[in-house]
Structure formats: structure tokens, C-alpha cells
């Protein structure tokens, strides 16, 4: 018998069973003002537009419950009312992780206002293993080393060496990512994108080799050693924060603090964000994303698109240059890694990388109900078997997740689909809409938010790119994203002896295989049904983010990182 009929709706002691929203076809307005006990779900359009509609319907139940227990009677247009001004009294989230987290930092300021980020500043290249504690601090590095040899001649005629010091989770995790051998390239005057990675091994290689660098009219040398593991612990502005110093003798004579908040990007203290153009769609949420991409019948790649140029200055085919550079680095870095047969990552866990090998079973008939899953799951081993090596990898939006994205660009180009590079760049401009909400109004950073802001977001990211590949209406370009991002709620960043390896190359796997399962779900549902929206997954990653404790945020403290013995 259907389930309908089993349930008998007649009131029980003058109280109406036909509590269930969904079976609910009653309208408000047709509600008598009387009926207070029933907690029917309030219309989508007495939803004031300004208010959280979670915060709303949640302060319209409470305010029912409380009728029930106290007996006062509420109209629903005064409970509406009540609750509209309940839940906008809610106060704003702090930053993400506010104990750590100074609000004087611009990654905390840009929170607010439209969301600004350009696509050079999201897709970087660069060595891995992380975006935050390798790219991040050989930028870093760069940018001081830059600054120094614009100082005044007197003040470099004293300059004796540089220092950097690494606090928070760079000290804690900072040896496993490589963090000292970005920071000295840095130094050496080395940029990410352009960075030979077996320059890296060699530092590796030998730790105590010294390296000549010039500044003014001196030359000193530089060494691992000059990269301090700091505290670990402290009050920081920044979990990832870092000082540069030009030292004259054992003093530093000109100093900086850095931060890195994940994705490559960097700033310092008293930073202020470089002038740019206005977007010509301003969006914060993915509700007003896809209001502009619906109201002017665009797809959500071509909104991004045109607030790009508006905001870069760049025209539409330098930014399509840009765009190709990137697939066609995802391109390299997952043959990179299928390239290479059998060996074991660097570091003291000693794992086998595997690529190759899901790789080459896949293509055995044998398996070939397997064959799909099998493709995807190697070609995102093999990216991320490449950022555990320490060689060139892209953002997308981190190093640890940048496994996920290029598995799908390779799925999508390399495969019997032979997707063109034009419908790869609407795939990566939506994907990096989608990247950029979350940087916007939660965290990219595994030391912030846990490894949900990570992987989470590069499937976010990678089922959005998939959905718009495939001409997928705005709404289902969110849908296949938030479902993506919604299966990695809550997920711990335990990086096992501070490698990014174990869990990071296999989750990569399962990233890039959920974000094509979220695609699909999306596609095969009827997408107004969907009953979970992006904006409301990713103020939840916010908040899980927030109350994850620190031990489960690139300290390698707990989970995996504690459990898993090495021998
Ligand atoms: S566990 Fe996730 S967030 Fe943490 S380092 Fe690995 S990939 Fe990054």
C-alpha cells in the first residue's frame, strides 16, 4: 500500500497530523490564523531575500514549537514577521578560524563585497606538494628577495645573509610538503610556474649543498639551514605565517611577516589588494551567480567570463590563452605521472606510487566494467603522485587536491569523448566559479577548514566543469557542485608524518570519481528538485571548518597522522 494511504490525517485531540511540508498542499495564506500547531514550512516567497533562508525556517519552527508549549497563538504573517527579524539579528560568522585568524588580514576582508578573484590569481602552476606550504612560501620567498634588492645601497652594504622563520602549521607540516627547499628557491630568486622541480631534488638530495646569492654589490651564501622551523604553536595571525629577514651580522636590519592562506596566495602584513575593475555581474553567492547567468540567458562560463574582463583588464583571448595553458598543464602533469612505471615517493612513509598500474589494468578487457572508474581513478593518482614528487602541478584550486580537476580535463580530452579545448574552458571557468565562492565564503585551506576545503572543492570545482562541458543549464552546473561538495562535508586534513600522501593521492581519486557521480545525479534529476543549495553547503563547510578542532587542520596531530605506524 502506498505510503500515503497507510497514514491517517484525522486530527488527533484537535491537532492536524498533516504536519509533513511535502504532503503539506495547504498554502499558508489558505492556513487559518488559528492554526498554529501545524509547522508548516512558510512559502518560498514570504521568505524575505535578505534574510538566510536556513536561519528563517529554522527560527519559523522554533517560534511554532514555542506556541505549542506556552499556548500563544500566532498568525503566519506575525510568526513570518517574527522570525524574518529573529534570523536577521543572527550575527555574522567570524572568520573562519577566528582563533587563528586575524581580521586585519585582506583573506578575511575580501569575505565581504563581491567576489573579486581573477583566474591567474585561482590556476597557479607550480612544484608540489602544496599550494599553501610550497607555493605559497616560494612566492613568498621571491617577493622578499625582490623587495631586498630595492633597498638602499647603505642598508645592503650591511646585509650579511636572509633568514625566514616558519611558525604554525608550516613548522608543524612544513618539513613533509618541502616547505624549506620552496622557501630557499624563493630566496635563490626561483618562481613556481618556472621552477626546474629536479632543481628541488637536488636540494633534497644534498641538504647541505649552499647556494650563492647576490644582493647589491654582495654576495653571500645560503643554505637549509637558513630555513628555521619555528614554533609551531603561538598566536598568529595567520596559521600559516612566516618571517623574512635580511640579516646584518645576527640582526635583522629589514623584516617582514608573511601569510599563506592557501592556493598560492600570499600577503604580508599591512597588505592592501592591488586596484582592479569592478565585475560587470557582482555576485558573493551562487544565488546571485546564477540570478545573472538566468535573467540574461547566459551559461555560468560566460558570466565568468565577462567579469574577468571587466575585472583583469585582460581581453577574452588573453584570458583563453591563460585557460589553455592551464588544461594544458593538467594534460602534462597527468601523463607525467602515468609516465613513470613503479617507484616510491619521496619521504619516510616509502609509498608505491600506483598510477601506471590502475592505469594499465584499466585498459585490460578483463576489467572493463571497471574501465570508467578505473581511467578517472589513475589519471588523478598520477597528478598527485606528481605533487607528492615535488614537481609541477596546478592549484585547483590546492596542491593536495590537484589530483582531482586534471583527471577529469584528461576524461573528458583523452578519452573517446575528445572534448575541444573550447568547451574545456567553459569547464574551468565555471569550475573556478565555483572555487571562487568557497574561497569567498569559507576557506581552500586544509589548515583553516580540513581537507573538505581541499578535496571538497576541487570535486565542487570538477563536477561544475564536467556539468558545463556538457551544456548544462546554469542550475544543474550548481547541483552536480554542491552535491560534489556536500559528500566531503566534515572531512579531517591528517596528513600521515606531514607527507601530502596518505590520504591525500588516493582521496584525489575518490574526489575526482565523486565529482562525476555528483554530475550525473545532477543530470538525471529534475534539477528544481534538487532540495539542497550551494550558498547553504558552503556556509556548512564554513562552519564545520570552524568547529573542526585544530588537531584535524595540517598538524598532522591526530587521525591517520597518529594512528598509522611507520616502520
Ligand atoms: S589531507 Fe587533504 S587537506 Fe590535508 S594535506 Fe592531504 S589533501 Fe591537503
Known amino acids: 500500500m502506498p505510503y500515503e494511504k497507510r497514514i491517517s490525517h484525522k486530527p488527533i485531540y484537535g491537532r492536524s497530523l498533516n504536519t509533513n511540508p511535502i504532503r503539506n498542499t495547504m498554502s499558508t495564506a489558505q ?255 551562487m544565488k546571485e551567480l546564477r540570478k545573472h547567468a538566468e535573467d540574461n540567458s547566459l551559461s555560468i562560463a560566460q558570466v565568468i567570463m565577462a567579469n574577468e574582463v571587466a575585472v583583469s583588464g585582460k581581453s577574452e583571448e588573453q584570458i583563453n590563452a591563460f585557460l589553455d595553458k592551464i588544461a594544458n598543464a593538467m594534460l602534462a602533469t597527468v601523463k607525467a605521472g602515468l609516465a613513470v612505471k613503479e617507484g616510491v615517493l619521496p619521504g619516510p612513509i616509502k609509498l608505491q606510487s600506483k598510477a601506471a598500474t590502475v592505469w594499465e589494468r584499466a585498459q585490460d578487457d578483463k576489467y572493463e566494467s571497471d574501465r570508467a572508474i578505473a581511467l578517472v581513478s589513475a589519471c588523478a593518482l598520477a597528478a598527485s603522485e606528481e605533487n607528492a614528487r615535488g614537481h609541477l602541478v596546478i592549484t585547483a584550486p590546492t596542491g593536495g587536491s590537484a589530483g582531482v580537476m586534471p583527471a577529469l580535463v584528461y576524461g573528458l580530452m583523452e578519452s573517446q569523448r575528445k572534448v575541444p579545448m573550447e568547451k574545456i574552458r567553459q569547464g574551468l571557468l565555471a569550475g573556478a566559479a565555483i572555487g571562487y565562492l568557497c574561497k569567498h565564503n569559507a576557506t581552500l585551506s586544509g589548515a583553516e577548514g580540513g581537507c573538505q576545503s581541499e578535496i571538497g572543492v576541487a570535486s565542487a570545482m570538477s563536477a561544475a566543469l564536467v556539468a558545463q562541458v556538457m551544456d548544462s543549464s546554469p542550475l544543474v552546473v550548481e547541483n552536480a557542485a554542491e552535491s560534489a561538495l556536500e559528500h566531503h562535508l566534515g572531512m579531517t586534513c591528517d596528513p600521515v608524518a606531514g607527507y601530502v600522501q596518505v590520504p591525500c593521492i588516493e582521496r584525489c581519486a575518490f574526489g575526482a570519481v565523486k565529482a562525476w557521480t555528483a554530475y550525473m545525479i545532477a543530470t538525471n534529476e529534475i534539477a528544481s528538485r534538487h532540495r539542497v543549495d550551494l550558498d547553504t553547503t558552503v556556509e556548512t563547510l564554513a562552519e564545520t571548518g570552524r568547529d573542526m578542532s585544530t588537531k584535524y587542520k595540517e598538524t598532522s596531530e591526530a587521525g591517520l597522522a597518529a594512528n598509522l605506524v611507520l616502520c
Open 31 to 285: 492556513r487559518q490564523p488559528t492554526d498554529v500547531l501545524s509547522p508548516a514550512l512558510p512559502e518560498e516567497s514570504a521568505i524575505p531575500s535578505n534574510i538566510n533562508r536556513r536561519s528563517f525556517i529554522m527560527r519559523n519552527a522554533v517560534i511554532g514549537a514555542a506556541a505549542v508549549m506556552t499556548g500563544r497563538a500566532w498568525t503566519p504573517e506575525a510568526r513570518a514577521q517574527q522570525a524574518a527579524a529573529e534570523a536577521s539579528k543572527k550575527p555574522s560568522l567570524p572568520p573562519l578560524d577566528s582563533t587563528s585568524m586575524s581580521s586585519d588580514l585582506d583573506v578575511v576582508k575580501r569575505s565581504k563585497g563581491p567576489v573579486m578573484t581573477i583566474l591567474e590569481e585561482f590556476y597557479k602552476v607550480g612544484p608540489g606538494p602544496s599550494s599553501s606550504h610550497t607555493i605559497g612560501p616560494m612566492r613568498i620567498t621571491y617577493d622578499f628577495y625582490q623587495r631586498c634588492t630595492k633597498l638602499p645601497a647603505d642598508q645592503l652594504a650591511q646585509a650579511t645573509g636572509l633568514k625566514v622563520h616558519l611558525y604554525g602549521s608550516l613548522s608543524a607540516t612544513g618539513k613533509g610538503h618541502g616547505t624549506e627547499r620552496a622557501a630557499l628557491a624563493g630566496l635563490l630568486g626561483k618562481e613556481p610556474a618556472t621552477v626546474d622541480p629536479l632543481f628541488l631534488d637536488a636540494m633534497k638530495e644534498k641538504p647541505d649543498e649552499s647556494y650563492p646569492v647576490k644582493l647589491g654589490d654582495k654576495t653571500f651564501n645560503l643554505s637549509l639551514a637558513d630555513i628555521i622551523y619555528d614554533s609551531a604553536k603561538g598566536d598568529f595571525p595567520h596559521p600559516n605565517t612566516m618571517t623574512c629577514q635580511l640579516m646584518g651580522s645576527d640582526k635583522p636590519i629589514y623584516e617582514l611577516e608573511y601569510y599563506s592562506p592557501g592556493g598560492g596566495f600570499y600577503e604580508w602584513k599591512g597588505y592592501t589588494p592591488p586596484k582592479k575593475g569592478q565585475p560587470k555581474y557582482p555576485y558573493a553567492t
